[in-house]
């Protein structure tokens, strides 16, 4: 079964295909973010994402013209690039994709009964496309400040397995840019495709900007005003039943960023997560939603989606409480639900549900 292709995100007829001068890469996006606290859209989270990266490991790769912060500016009216960015010839390669499923705790499998061939764990595919989603957040005429912006929710859409060693395509784009009682949200969309041209992954993130309310363009009125910031998980939670725990680490960020990509430094140390408001290193959201999945029961050649949504962040070190739920098993296999939580506090970190396409 694969998934109608009505159903799948597609690029909006009036955005233009770019393919980037040069292939993603993240760090280098991370690095040259620091865009918007130098001139971009004023914020506090911007204003404080600069100082950071220089204490950053990626303050020895800042471009010149970040060195020292400029005024800040805010546009009156918000408009998304009309753009989607296309990277052809990504490849998951095998040395990789083992290191980042021992990393999330997951466990390669066969592409089909008997095969040689490794599926690609749907965790890291989302790891391959963020990159050219990153490119996307990061143009110049992109009006949100990408450092400090919350990420509220994930979908993927899994459509059908990718072997290890396949050629991709990454499609990325932005839309939904909409007013929110705490700021403005936006979400940020990727698809994968073979080189048939069949999309086998597509996902989309949604990302808040605190604090940022100017006039959106084409939005008559502020919308989304009751909205709630992250996950509908209630409050006052009530945990489930615990089948599992996680011990992470103080370096959990740093060990997923080193396979991930993803260098942001709320994730690196206690002293660049603090420089950005935080309390301290915390979990990347994807680190969390890969173990999650990872530990779900889905079988194996069964399309299927999964979404997350995202509460309180996990300060690292930290000692994480897991309730994992599949209904059925194997052949039998309906959905599956997972919660993550801090038991000494009793808040939620995660939910992340999984369903068959």
């Not at 009125?221 to 680490?249: C, H, K, V, Y």
């Amino acid at each position: 079964m694969t998934r109608s292709p009505d159903q799948l995100p597609t690029v909006p007829e009036h955005y233009e295909l770019v393919e980037p001068a040069a292939k993603p890469n993240l760090g280098l996006l991370y690095a040259t973010a620091g865009v918007s606290a130098a001139g971009g859209v004023a914020s506090d989270a911007a204003a404080r994402a600069l100082p950071a990266l220089r204490k950053s490991p990626l303050g020895k790769v800042l471009p010149g013209s970040l060195l020292h912060r400029g005024g800040d500016r805010l546009r009156a009216s918000l408009d998304l690039p009309r753009v989607a960015h296309v990277v052809e010839g990504l490849v998951v390669e095998p040395e990789w994709h083992e290191k980042f499923c021992r990393v999330v705790h997951a466990r390669p499998r066969s592409l089909a009964p008997g095969s040689s061939e490794t599926a690609v764990f749907s965790g890291a595919l989302h790891s391959v496309a963020f990159p050219v989603a990153m490119s996307v957040l990061t143009r110049q005429d992109f009006p949100l400040p990408v450092m400090g912006m919350v990420h509220l929710t994930n979908t993927v859409q899994h459509v059908m397995d990718v072997a290890v060693g396949e050629e991709l395509t990454a499609t990325a784009w932005t839309e939904n840019l909409h007013s929110h009682r705490a700021g403005t949200v936006v979400d940020a969309v990727v698809t994968l495709t073979r080189t048939d041209g069949t999309v086998a992954w597509a996902g989309r993130s949604g990302y808040l900007a605190k604090g940022l309310t100017a006039a959106i363009a084409g939005e008559d009125a502020r919308t989304g005003e009751d909205e709630p910031i992250s996950s509908s998980l209630g409050a006052p939670f009530n945990a489930p039943q615990q089948t599992a725990q996680w011990s992470l680490r103080a370096d959990t960020g740093r060990q997923y960023a080193g396979v991930s990509g993803d260098y942001n430094p709320i994730h690196l140390s206690g002293a660049s997560a603090k420089a950005l408001g935080m309390k301290g290193a915390i979990a990347h959201g994807m680190y969390t939603a890969s173990r999650a999945l990872a530990a779900t029961a889905v079988p194996a050649e069964v399309p299927f989606s999964w979404s997350v949504k995202f509460a309180a962040p996990v300060v690292l070190p930290a000692t994480v409480s897991v309730s994992v739920h599949d209904h059925g098993r194997r052949e039998h296999w309906e959905s599956s639900r997972v919660i993550a939580w801090d038991p000494e506090r009793n808040r939620p970190h995660l939910e992340l549900a999984v369903e068959p396409l």
